[in-house]
């Protein structure tokens, strides 16, 4: 089996001589290490916390010159709701340590070891669902402990026309990506991240590839363990045959612009677990958003699945974020779903607004509104109010 996955991803790289980025959007570790999500020419209101460990930092640069490029960071989120049910807040924070080696003229080792951790009873992840609201209200942050979410080894083409990589992967740092889709710096809200139609599976064993068709269309396809657990990473997984398939077909500005000016078309597929805990799921999603001028995003994305594990069965979400000066981000959008097997229409809507203070710093306070929570019919309405903050050594 894993010869034959092997020669339907090299069948992919290598079908043509054009042109394909690498493979990472805004979550991704090579993303999280540049200042400014990517922009060119970011600007901050203060040199935090590089001006109180100036050593610290000047030794950072120093690998980074020699190739290895790490950070130590960071993030807490504490989250209100005015539910009727529930705990009505949970709180919790992330420490990560992550960076990349570029091992080779074309090759390279991205690794990420993170600790999740809740400071309630109810982590954030899931205040929503605990409120009766069928909503993944702060995505990722959970309590789930140590885990080893990237480890893998990407090899590049000398004139970037291909990227193959393989290891332990995170799917959601390329599968259905676009500039806010990132659950550290952008919208918390799971409506707002990966399409929530998408039964997209946790951090685990994976190859992935991608290649450039033309000058302006991609095309990325992934295989990985559809039965990943991070906490304790299994390389079994290729024997079992518990697999998720990804094929994405995209187009964009530019691929220096990959997920700044981005349409695309997602297929995937996931099997069926062997002891019956889940069954098999596919689905579509589609994506566009547009970076104009360097400023506005407005974007549109939608999905469907068969509904069996994925959190909708149906999803369409709309809205815009706004990059301001010192490259602040607000964010704005409003999504609606449908589940399988309940009855109604659930509509989320969600705002932001990212203070940028440093490099190192970011504060981000945000509103979320659930109207017909699909989970608390008593309820017509439910709101929840959160703070996150990023700290970057």
Not at 130 to 140: E, Q
Not at 211 to 228: C, E, H, K, T
Not at 364 to 385: E, K, W
């Amino acid at each position: 089996m894993i010869r034959r996955i092997a020669l339907v991803l090299a069948a992919l790289v290598w079908a043509s001589g054009a042109v394909a980025q690498g493979l990472s959007g805004p979550s991704s570790v090579n993303a999280e290490l540049e200042p400014g999500d990517g922009l060119t020419d970011p600007q901050f209101r203060s040199d935090f916390p590089r001006n109180i460990a100036p050593g610290w930092f000047a030794w950072k640069d120093r690998l980074a010159e020699d190739g290895f490029r790490f950070n130590i960071d960071y993030l807490a989120l504490g989250q209100t709701t005015d539910a009727d049910l529930g705990a009505g807040e949970a709180a919790s924070g992330i420490a990560r340590f992550y960076g990349s080696w570029q091992a080779t003229e074309q090759g390279s080792l991205t690794f990420k070891v993170e600790h999740r951790h809740s400071y309630t009873d109810v982590a954030p992840q899931s205040l929503g669902l605990d409120g009766g609201a069928l909503s993944i209200t702060g995505t990722a942050f959970n309590d789930t402990g140590l885990l080893l979410t990237n480890l893998f080894w990407s090899q590049r083409a000398a004139d970037g026309s291909w990227t193959l990589q393989f290891g332990q992967i995170d799917v959601t740092d390329f599968v259905d990506i676009y500039g806010l889709v990132s659950p550290y710096s952008g919208f918390q809200n799971l409506s707002f991240n990966t399409n929530p139609t998408i039964n997209a599976p946790n951090p685990g064993l994976g190859l992935a590839g991608g290649v450039r068709l033309g000058n302006n269309f991609y095309a990325v396809a992934s295989v990985a363990d559809a039965n990943a657990d991070p906490s304790d990473p299994n390389f079994d997984v290729f024997s079992d045959g518990n697999l998720f398939k990804s094929l994405e077909l995209g187009y964009t500005s530019g691929f220096d612009r990959i997920y700044f000016d981005n349409i695309h078309l997602t297929l995937w597929h996931a099997d069926a677990a062997d002891d019956g805990s889940r069954a098999e799921d596919y689905g579509a999603a589609f994506s566009a958003a547009w970076f104009v001028g360097n400023q506005w995003m407005p974007f549109l994305r939608a999905g469907a699945a068969k509904g069996t594990a994925a959190l909708y069965d149906r999803s369409l979400s709309a809205g815009i974020g706004y990059y301001g000066r010192n490259t602040d981000l607000a964010g704005l959008g409003l999504n609606w779903a449908e589940a399988r097997g309940i009855d109604g229409d659930q509509f989320t809507l969600e705002a932001f607004y990212r203070f940028s203070i440093s490099p190192g710093l970011q504060i981000t306070p945000s509103v979320q509104f659930i109207s017909n929570p699909l989970l608390n019919p008593g309820q017509d309405n439910v709101a929840l109010f959160g703070l996150r903050t990023r700290l970057v050594f």
